[in-house]
Structure formats: C-alpha cells, structure tokens
C-alpha cells in the first residue's frame, strides 16, 4: 500500500507514532524515506551469522515488521539460539504476524514476536542485539542506560548492531546532507507538502544524533570496538563488539 499519511491536512495530523495508519503502509514508508534500507536490513543478517554463538539469545529492538529478525533467521546457522522480536506498537506486532506467517526461514529457527517496551523487556544471554532506527525514537535520556544494560547482558565476542538516522557538528554539513535527504524523497515521489509535514510530525519525536556521541555511549557500556559498516547519506549503521 503507497504511503500517503502525510498528505492529510496537517489539523488531522499528530505527532508521528506507530499506529495504524503507519503499520499500513510501513513497507513503502520506509523504502521511500530510509535511503539503502535493503542493503542495510540484509548486513544485519550477514553480521549477525558472524557473531551469534549456540545456546544464547538475538534480539531484535524496536523491531517493526520483523524485517530485520527474518533476516537473522535467514542466515544464523549456529544451534540452539532464539530469536525474539520485540515492538511497542499493536499493530506493528499484529503486522508482522502476518509479514513472517510465510516464510520458509522460520520453519528451523522461529521468530518470537513480543509486543512490549524494548526499555522494560528482559535481556538475557544475547550474543546479538539489533536496534535498527529504533534508539532515535527513545527518550534521550534513557538512552545511556539503555544500552548499559545491552551490553552487560551481551556476551563476550557479541554484538549490537545500531542503526540510526544522524546529525553532524558541522552545521553547514547537516543543511547540505538534510537537503539531499529530501532530494531523495523528492525523487521517491513525496510532495514538499508530504516532506514538510512529515518534518514536524517527527520533531521531538525523531532525536537524532552524531556518529561520535553514538560511539562514545557504545564504548562507555562496555564495548571494545565500534565500527561503521554502513552509511547512505544521513543514515548510518554501526556495529559494537563486547
């Protein structure tokens, strides 16, 4: 279904949240507006295959339609490891359900959908961790903690795979990256009303932040090593190993 949510008139129209309306057309949403969302969602797999030990536990975030569980699924051969999926969002999960019912990658290793806080859900055991565009939707100040607790509930050897929408320091940077950043929207078809109000349905919902902060909070938590595996414009995925 073709996302047009924010071609409504803007009085219809609140701060963004993953509701219905979003849940809908989330597919076309997100291949419009996340540049490289494909390549980025099938690296998790891949990295995820390099790291997931036998007798732990892979998490998936903040995890929407499941794309990037199915993913791990699709690749992780390792025995004896669990895959949970977890989303905030009814009708993310109910969705999901729906998005995974088919797939032939689950018939060895399922997909466990869990609709709950990805702040107050358990983990326990993890080899693997993704947070993919799911941090820059959480407060900003519960993030160190958040990813404290990752990391002490990650093994040694294991992994959390981030990523996030970022911002730069250099100020004439941002402007030059945010303006092709439409461009990008533009050539995938949103009109400037649909950009604009999509804009201000995000403000302080969408925090967005540096490659720098996000590797120092990485490496305050405990991990030995951050690295960037990928970045298409103001898009970027890191990968953070215990």
């Known amino acids: 279904m073709k996302d047009a949510v924010f071609a409504s008139p803007f009085e219809e129209l609140g701060p963004f949240a993953f509701n219905d309306d979003v849940a809908q ?8 507006s996340v540049p490289g969302y494909g390549q980025m969602v099938g690296g998790v797999g891949l990295l995820a295959a390099r790291h997931a030990e036998p007798n732990t536990q892979i998490y998936d975030l903040g995890c929407s339609l499941g794309a990037s569980a199915l993913s791990m699924a699709r690749h992780v051969r390792v ?22 019912a088919d797939s032939r990658a689950l018939e060895d290793r399922p997909i466990e959908l869990i609709q709950g806080d990805v702040l107050e859900q358990p983990i326990e055991n993890a080899s693997v961790c993704s947070l993919i565009l799911t941090l820059q939707f959480l407060p900003y100040d519960q993030r160190d903690a958040f990813i404290q607790r990752i990391a002490q509930n990650t093994c ?20 030059w990256m945010q303006e092709v950043y ?3 929207k533009r050539a995938n078809g949103y009109s400037e009303l649909e950009i604009a109000q999509k804009r201000s349905a995000l403000e302080n919902v969408l925090v967005p932040e540096t490659r720098q902060a996000h590797e120092q909070r990485l490496l305050r938590a405990g991990y030995r090593s951050v690295r960037v595996w990928f970045q298409t414009l103001n898009f970027m995925a890191l990968v953070a190993i215990k």
């Open 79 to 100: 025995p004896d490891t669990r895959i949970l999926a977890i989303d905030n969002s009814p009708a993310m999960i109910e969705r999901a359900r729906n998005f995974l």
């Open 156 to 175: 040694e050897g294991g992994v959390l795979i981030l990523a996030e929408k970022i911002t730069f320091d250099d100020p004439q940077e941002a402007n």
């Open 182 to 184: 439409w461009d990008f």
């Open 25 to 32: 057309v989330f597919p076309d949403m997100i291949r419009r």
